[in-house]
Protein backbone atom coordinates (compact mmCIF):
# COMPACT_ATOMS: atom_id res chain seq x y z
CA UNK A 1 0.00 0.00 0.00
CA UNK A 2 2.66 1.98 0.73
CA UNK A 3 6.91 3.15 -0.11
CA UNK A 4 8.11 0.45 2.40
CA UNK A 5 11.48 2.89 2.19
CA UNK A 6 10.02 5.90 2.77
CA UNK A 7 7.38 4.25 5.48
CA UNK A 8 10.56 2.96 7.18
CA UNK A 9 12.39 6.66 7.10
CA UNK A 10 9.75 8.42 8.39
CA UNK A 11 9.60 6.00 11.38
CA UNK A 12 12.99 6.04 11.94
CA UNK A 13 14.44 9.31 12.57
CA UNK A 14 18.29 10.10 12.57
CA UNK A 15 19.97 9.50 15.72
CA UNK A 16 21.15 13.40 15.72
CA UNK A 17 17.51 14.22 15.30
CA UNK A 18 16.22 11.97 18.28
CA UNK A 19 18.80 13.20 20.78
CA UNK A 20 17.65 16.85 19.60
CA UNK A 21 14.00 15.42 20.84
CA UNK A 22 15.46 14.38 23.77
CA UNK A 23 17.11 17.34 25.00
CA UNK A 24 14.04 19.07 23.45
CA UNK A 25 11.97 17.11 26.70
CA UNK A 26 15.17 17.72 29.16
CA UNK A 27 14.43 21.25 28.65
CA UNK A 28 11.50 21.22 29.30
CA UNK A 29 11.81 18.85 33.10
CA UNK A 30 14.69 20.53 34.74
CA UNK A 31 15.23 23.73 32.46
CA UNK A 32 17.74 25.22 29.69
CA UNK A 33 20.51 25.53 31.30
CA UNK A 34 20.68 22.53 32.90
CA UNK A 35 21.23 20.36 29.39
CA UNK A 36 24.40 20.26 27.87
CA UNK A 37 22.97 19.76 24.26
CA UNK A 38 26.04 18.70 21.79
CA UNK A 39 23.66 16.96 19.65
CA UNK A 40 22.74 19.32 16.50
CA UNK A 41 24.31 21.50 14.08
CA UNK A 42 22.86 24.52 14.68
CA UNK A 43 24.66 27.57 14.43
CA UNK A 44 24.82 29.59 17.61
CA UNK A 45 25.65 32.87 16.39
CA UNK A 46 23.41 35.02 14.53
CA UNK A 47 23.72 36.16 11.08
CA UNK A 48 25.47 39.15 10.14
CA UNK A 49 23.22 42.27 11.42
CA UNK A 50 23.81 43.43 7.38
CA UNK A 51 21.88 40.61 6.42
CA UNK A 52 18.82 41.42 8.30
CA UNK A 53 19.19 45.06 7.26
CA UNK A 54 18.99 43.44 3.30
CA UNK A 55 15.94 41.81 4.23
CA UNK A 56 14.03 44.45 6.04
CA UNK A 57 15.46 47.02 2.56
CA UNK A 58 13.90 44.40 0.34
CA UNK A 59 10.60 44.37 2.18
CA UNK A 60 10.51 47.57 2.12
CA UNK A 61 11.35 48.70 -1.46
CA UNK A 62 10.70 45.73 -3.78
CA UNK A 63 6.95 45.17 -4.62
CA UNK A 64 5.34 41.99 -3.36
CA UNK A 65 5.01 40.14 -6.32
CA UNK A 66 8.88 40.73 -6.99
CA UNK A 67 10.03 39.72 -4.06
CA UNK A 68 8.43 36.75 -3.02
CA UNK A 69 7.34 35.58 -7.17
CA UNK A 70 9.02 32.85 -8.73
CA UNK A 71 12.75 32.90 -10.34
CA UNK A 72 13.76 30.55 -13.38
CA UNK A 73 13.69 27.29 -12.20
CA UNK A 74 17.67 27.11 -11.81
CA UNK A 75 17.80 30.25 -9.59
CA UNK A 76 17.31 34.30 -10.78
CA UNK A 77 19.85 35.25 -13.68
CA UNK A 78 21.34 37.78 -11.64
CA UNK A 79 21.91 36.25 -8.40
CA UNK A 80 23.52 32.82 -10.37
CA UNK A 81 25.64 35.83 -12.31
CA UNK A 82 26.91 37.47 -8.80
CA UNK A 83 28.02 33.18 -7.59
CA UNK A 84 29.44 32.34 -10.50
CA UNK A 85 31.56 36.07 -10.42
CA UNK A 86 32.07 35.28 -6.89
CA UNK A 87 33.47 31.30 -7.13
CA UNK A 88 35.88 33.02 -10.12
CA UNK A 89 37.29 35.57 -7.74
CA UNK A 90 37.89 33.75 -4.97
CA UNK A 91 39.16 30.23 -6.16
CA UNK A 92 40.64 31.36 -9.89
CA UNK A 93 38.62 29.12 -11.91
CA UNK A 94 36.09 29.81 -14.43
CA UNK A 95 32.98 29.38 -13.31
CA UNK A 96 29.99 30.47 -16.10
CA UNK A 97 27.10 31.70 -14.41
CA UNK A 98 24.84 28.78 -16.49
CA UNK A 99 26.30 26.47 -14.70
CA UNK A 100 24.98 27.00 -11.34
CA UNK A 101 21.78 25.82 -10.22
CA UNK A 102 20.31 27.68 -6.80
CA UNK A 103 18.83 25.39 -4.59
CA UNK A 104 17.16 24.77 -0.98
CA UNK A 105 20.20 23.91 1.20
CA UNK A 106 22.80 21.78 0.96
CA UNK A 107 20.87 18.70 1.43
CA UNK A 108 18.77 19.54 -1.53
CA UNK A 109 22.68 20.18 -3.68
CA UNK A 110 23.43 16.71 -2.85
CA UNK A 111 20.29 14.84 -3.92
CA UNK A 112 19.40 17.12 -7.14
CA UNK A 113 23.44 15.91 -7.80
CA UNK A 114 22.92 11.99 -6.81
CA UNK A 115 20.02 11.63 -9.18
CA UNK A 116 21.79 13.55 -12.08
CA UNK A 117 24.40 11.01 -12.31
CA UNK A 118 23.14 7.99 -10.72
CA UNK A 119 22.04 4.81 -12.64
CA UNK A 120 21.51 1.63 -12.15
CA UNK A 121 24.14 -0.62 -10.53
CA UNK A 122 26.35 2.70 -10.19
CA UNK A 123 28.32 2.60 -6.84
CA UNK A 124 29.18 5.96 -4.85
CA UNK A 125 32.08 6.16 -2.54
CA UNK A 126 31.96 7.72 0.73
CA UNK A 127 34.73 8.59 3.26
CA UNK A 128 34.05 7.52 6.87
CA UNK A 129 33.15 9.05 8.71
CA UNK A 130 30.49 10.96 7.06
CA UNK A 131 27.19 12.83 7.44
CA UNK A 132 24.74 9.98 7.64
CA UNK A 133 22.00 11.17 5.36
CA UNK A 134 24.39 10.40 2.27
CA UNK A 135 22.87 6.97 2.77
CA UNK A 136 19.47 8.12 2.59
CA UNK A 137 20.53 10.45 -0.34
CA UNK A 138 22.43 7.97 -2.17
CA UNK A 139 20.36 4.79 -1.32
CA UNK A 140 17.60 6.81 -2.86
CA UNK A 141 18.80 6.74 -6.38
CA UNK A 142 19.42 3.77 -8.47
CA UNK A 143 23.09 3.58 -6.84
CA UNK A 144 24.57 2.30 -3.62
CA UNK A 145 26.66 3.88 -1.35
CA UNK A 146 30.30 1.95 -0.68
CA UNK A 147 31.46 3.07 2.55
CA UNK A 148 35.40 3.62 2.84
CA UNK A 149 36.81 4.58 5.90
CA UNK A 150 39.52 6.83 6.93
CA UNK A 151 43.00 6.14 8.78
CA UNK A 152 41.59 5.73 12.36
CA UNK A 153 44.57 7.80 13.90
CA UNK A 154 43.96 10.74 12.07
CA UNK A 155 40.92 10.72 10.09
CA UNK A 156 43.04 11.48 6.77
CA UNK A 157 42.30 9.60 3.36
CA UNK A 158 43.46 6.24 3.17
CA UNK A 159 44.34 5.38 -0.40
CA UNK A 160 44.93 2.10 0.13
CA UNK A 161 41.65 1.39 0.63
CA UNK A 162 40.53 3.47 -1.12
CA UNK A 163 42.13 2.15 -4.43
CA UNK A 164 41.01 -1.23 -3.80
CA UNK A 165 37.09 0.34 -3.15
CA UNK A 166 36.85 1.97 -6.44
CA UNK A 167 35.68 -0.68 -9.39
CA UNK A 168 34.14 0.33 -13.23
CA UNK A 169 30.89 0.92 -11.28
CA UNK A 170 32.03 3.65 -9.30
CA UNK A 171 30.23 6.67 -10.52
CA UNK A 172 31.21 9.36 -7.85
CA UNK A 173 32.54 10.06 -4.08
CA UNK A 174 31.71 12.49 -1.71
CA UNK A 175 34.40 14.85 -0.34
CA UNK A 176 33.12 16.62 2.70
CA UNK A 177 36.25 18.97 3.76
CA UNK A 178 35.74 20.80 6.52
CA UNK A 179 34.43 17.20 7.57
CA UNK A 180 31.43 16.57 9.17
CA UNK A 181 31.46 14.96 12.02
CA UNK A 182 35.34 15.49 12.82
CA UNK A 183 36.41 18.71 11.46
CA UNK A 184 38.98 17.36 9.73
CA UNK A 185 40.05 19.38 6.17
CA UNK A 186 41.64 17.31 3.68
CA UNK A 187 45.29 18.59 2.58
CA UNK A 188 46.39 19.95 -1.13
CA UNK A 189 48.87 17.32 -1.16
CA UNK A 190 46.09 14.46 -0.53
CA UNK A 191 43.89 16.10 -3.09
CA UNK A 192 46.53 16.01 -5.62
CA UNK A 193 46.81 12.19 -4.85
CA UNK A 194 42.90 11.57 -5.07
CA UNK A 195 42.62 13.58 -8.48
CA UNK A 196 45.36 11.46 -9.56
CA UNK A 197 44.09 8.59 -8.69
CA UNK A 198 40.30 9.43 -10.49
CA UNK A 199 42.20 10.47 -13.76
CA UNK A 200 44.47 6.38 -13.31
CA UNK A 201 40.71 5.23 -12.73
CA UNK A 202 39.14 6.48 -15.16
CA UNK A 203 41.55 5.73 -18.19
CA UNK A 204 41.96 2.10 -16.78
CA UNK A 205 38.17 1.73 -16.80
CA UNK A 206 36.92 4.02 -19.67
CA UNK A 207 34.52 5.41 -17.34
CA UNK A 208 33.74 8.98 -16.21
CA UNK A 209 34.10 9.32 -12.18
CA UNK A 210 32.59 12.37 -10.47
CA UNK A 211 34.19 14.18 -7.87
CA UNK A 212 31.21 15.70 -5.59
CA UNK A 213 32.47 18.34 -3.31
CA UNK A 214 30.26 18.83 -0.01
CA UNK A 215 31.00 22.40 1.01
CA UNK A 216 28.99 23.58 3.59
CA UNK A 217 31.71 24.10 6.02
CA UNK A 218 34.44 25.67 3.66
CA UNK A 219 34.47 29.22 5.20
CA UNK A 220 34.85 27.75 8.66
CA UNK A 221 38.34 27.19 9.19
CA UNK A 222 41.14 27.84 12.26
CA UNK A 223 44.57 26.60 11.19
CA UNK A 224 45.26 29.51 8.62
CA UNK A 225 45.89 27.17 5.62
CA UNK A 226 42.92 27.41 2.66
CA UNK A 227 40.74 24.66 1.92
CA UNK A 228 41.90 23.24 -1.31
CA UNK A 229 38.85 24.33 -4.07
CA UNK A 230 38.45 20.77 -5.83
CA UNK A 231 37.75 22.26 -9.37
CA UNK A 232 41.32 23.47 -9.44
CA UNK A 233 42.41 19.86 -9.44
CA UNK A 234 39.73 17.42 -10.82
CA UNK A 235 38.23 18.16 -13.87
CA UNK A 236 35.04 15.95 -13.40
CA UNK A 237 34.11 17.66 -9.97
CA UNK A 238 30.85 18.84 -8.86
CA UNK A 239 30.43 21.46 -5.43
CA UNK A 240 27.45 21.51 -3.38
CA UNK A 241 27.46 24.86 -1.01
CA UNK A 242 25.08 26.14 1.32
CA UNK A 243 24.87 29.59 3.47
CA UNK A 244 23.53 27.74 6.37
CA UNK A 245 26.69 27.62 8.75
CA UNK A 246 28.77 30.41 7.58
CA UNK A 247 26.24 32.81 7.52
CA UNK A 248 24.20 31.45 10.45
CA UNK A 249 20.98 30.62 8.13
CA UNK A 250 20.13 27.12 8.36
CA UNK A 251 16.13 27.26 8.57
CA UNK A 252 16.44 29.53 5.54
CA UNK A 253 17.33 26.20 3.21
CA UNK A 254 19.45 28.03 0.47
CA UNK A 255 22.91 27.11 -1.40
CA UNK A 256 23.58 25.93 -4.89
CA UNK A 257 25.47 23.25 -7.17
CA UNK A 258 28.28 24.67 -9.40
CA UNK A 259 29.11 22.05 -12.18
CA UNK A 260 32.70 22.50 -13.24
CA UNK A 261 33.32 23.39 -16.65
CA UNK A 262 35.98 21.20 -17.26
CA UNK A 263 33.47 17.99 -16.82
CA UNK A 264 33.03 15.94 -19.29
CA UNK A 265 29.91 17.18 -21.40
CA UNK A 266 29.82 19.81 -18.58
CA UNK A 267 26.33 21.18 -20.37
CA UNK A 268 24.95 18.25 -20.32
CA UNK A 269 25.34 16.87 -16.44
CA UNK A 270 24.14 21.04 -15.55
CA UNK A 271 20.80 19.90 -17.83
CA UNK A 272 21.14 16.32 -15.90
CA UNK A 273 20.92 18.61 -12.86
CA UNK A 274 18.19 20.58 -14.01
CA UNK A 275 16.14 17.25 -14.88
CA UNK A 276 16.62 16.26 -11.42
CA UNK A 277 16.26 19.22 -9.73
CA UNK A 278 12.37 19.18 -11.44
CA UNK A 279 11.99 15.48 -11.13
CA UNK A 280 12.42 16.26 -7.16
CA UNK A 281 10.60 19.41 -6.97
CA UNK A 282 13.33 21.10 -6.21
CA UNK A 283 12.94 24.00 -8.92
CA UNK A 284 13.24 27.78 -8.00
CA UNK A 285 14.67 27.84 -4.30
CA UNK A 286 13.63 30.41 -2.26
CA UNK A 287 13.56 33.78 -3.91
CA UNK A 288 13.66 36.41 -1.30
CA UNK A 289 16.92 34.10 0.26
CA UNK A 290 18.40 34.20 -3.16
CA UNK A 291 18.33 37.90 -4.03
CA UNK A 292 19.45 38.18 -0.26
CA UNK A 293 22.70 35.73 -0.28
CA UNK A 294 23.39 37.67 -3.17
CA UNK A 295 24.22 40.63 -1.72
CA UNK A 296 26.20 38.72 0.80
CA UNK A 297 28.74 36.53 -0.19
CA UNK A 298 31.69 37.93 1.17
CA UNK A 299 30.11 38.23 4.74
CA UNK A 300 30.10 35.23 7.59
CA UNK A 301 28.80 35.04 10.74
CA UNK A 302 30.93 35.95 13.84
CA UNK A 303 32.83 32.61 13.45
CA UNK A 304 35.34 33.41 15.88
CA UNK A 305 33.25 32.68 18.48
CA UNK A 306 33.43 28.73 17.45
CA UNK A 307 37.25 29.02 17.77
CA UNK A 308 36.90 30.29 20.98
CA UNK A 309 34.54 27.24 21.70
CA UNK A 310 37.07 25.18 19.99
CA UNK A 311 40.14 25.66 22.30
CA UNK A 312 38.12 25.61 25.33
CA UNK A 313 36.59 22.40 24.33
CA UNK A 314 39.67 20.41 23.27
CA UNK A 315 41.74 21.68 25.83
CA UNK A 316 39.15 20.91 28.66
CA UNK A 317 38.62 17.49 27.28
CA UNK A 318 42.31 16.72 26.43
CA UNK A 319 42.92 17.74 30.70
CA UNK A 320 40.35 15.50 31.65
CA UNK A 321 41.89 12.70 29.68
CA UNK A 322 39.80 12.03 26.91
CA UNK A 323 41.19 11.42 23.01
CA UNK A 324 40.25 13.92 20.99
CA UNK A 325 40.96 14.32 17.33
CA UNK A 326 41.95 18.22 17.02
CA UNK A 327 39.23 19.98 14.35
CA UNK A 328 40.71 22.26 11.48
CA UNK A 329 37.46 23.34 10.88
CA UNK A 330 33.78 23.14 11.08
CA UNK A 331 32.24 23.27 14.55
CA UNK A 332 32.59 19.31 15.36
CA UNK A 333 34.76 17.44 17.53
CA UNK A 334 35.10 13.80 17.33
CA UNK A 335 35.65 12.57 20.18
CA UNK A 336 37.02 8.49 21.24
CA UNK A 337 34.39 6.66 23.07
CA UNK A 338 36.05 5.53 26.57
CA UNK A 339 34.34 2.00 26.14
CA UNK A 340 33.86 0.47 22.58
CA UNK A 341 30.18 0.73 22.53
CA UNK A 342 29.96 4.32 21.12
CA UNK A 343 26.24 3.95 22.18
CA UNK A 344 25.79 3.02 25.49
CA UNK A 345 28.58 5.89 26.39
CA UNK A 346 26.41 8.42 25.32
CA UNK A 347 23.16 6.77 27.22
CA UNK A 348 25.70 7.20 30.43
CA UNK A 349 26.75 10.92 29.24
CA UNK A 350 22.65 11.22 29.42
CA UNK A 351 22.69 10.77 33.17
CA UNK A 352 24.93 14.10 33.37
CA UNK A 353 22.32 15.76 30.89
CA UNK A 354 25.28 15.83 28.50
CA UNK A 355 23.77 14.94 24.74
CA UNK A 356 26.38 13.30 22.38
CA UNK A 357 25.82 11.51 19.26
CA UNK A 358 27.32 8.24 18.78
CA UNK A 359 29.29 7.85 15.71
CA UNK A 360 28.26 4.28 14.39
CA UNK A 361 25.69 6.24 11.68
CA UNK A 362 28.93 8.07 11.11
CA UNK A 363 30.02 4.84 9.39
CA UNK A 364 33.04 4.39 12.16
CA UNK A 365 32.28 2.83 15.52
CA UNK A 366 33.73 3.74 18.83
CA UNK A 367 33.56 7.64 18.89
CA UNK A 368 30.94 10.30 19.75
CA UNK A 369 30.02 14.08 17.75
CA UNK A 370 30.31 16.82 19.83
CA UNK A 371 28.98 19.95 17.73
CA UNK A 372 29.97 22.97 19.67
CA UNK A 373 28.47 25.68 17.67
CA UNK A 374 26.92 26.33 20.96
CA UNK A 375 27.09 29.56 23.45
CA UNK A 376 30.56 29.49 25.29
CA UNK A 377 29.19 29.71 28.75
CA UNK A 378 27.48 26.22 28.03
CA UNK A 379 30.85 24.72 27.34
CA UNK A 380 32.30 26.22 30.61
CA UNK A 381 29.27 24.96 32.44
CA UNK A 382 29.71 21.40 30.81
CA UNK A 383 33.03 20.88 31.25
CA UNK A 384 32.72 19.41 35.05
CA UNK A 385 29.87 16.81 33.88
CA UNK A 386 32.24 15.90 30.91
CA UNK A 387 34.96 15.01 33.91
CA UNK A 388 32.27 13.39 36.34
CA UNK A 389 31.62 11.21 32.91
CA UNK A 390 34.95 10.27 32.51
CA UNK A 391 35.75 9.33 36.18
CA UNK A 392 33.15 6.35 36.03
CA UNK A 393 36.26 5.27 33.39
CA UNK A 394 38.90 4.67 35.35
Known sequence: MLNERMLDLGKRSSVIREIFEYGNKRRAEIGAENVFDFSLGNPSVPCPPAFNETLKQFL???????????????????VRKAVAADISAKFGVDAPFDLVYMTCGAAASLCITLNALAEEGDEVIAFAPFFPEYRVFTETTPAKLVVVPCKSSDLQLDFD???KAITPHTKALILNSP???SGVIVPEADVVRLAALLNEKQA???TD??????????PLVYTGEPVPYLPRYYDNTVVCYSFSKALSLPGERIGYIFVSPACKAARDVFAAVCGAGRALGYVCAPSLMQYAVARHLDDT???HIYEKNRTMLYNGLCEIGYSVIKPDGAFYMFVRSPEPDAG???EKAKQYDLLLVPSDSFGMPGFVRIAYCVKPEMIERALPAFEKLFREYR
Open 60 to 78: DTVPAESLHGYTSGPGDLA
Open 161 to 163: ALE
Open 179 to 181: NNP
Open 204 to 206: AYG
Open 209 to 218: IFLIADEPYR
Open 301 to 303: ADI
Open 344 to 346: AFC
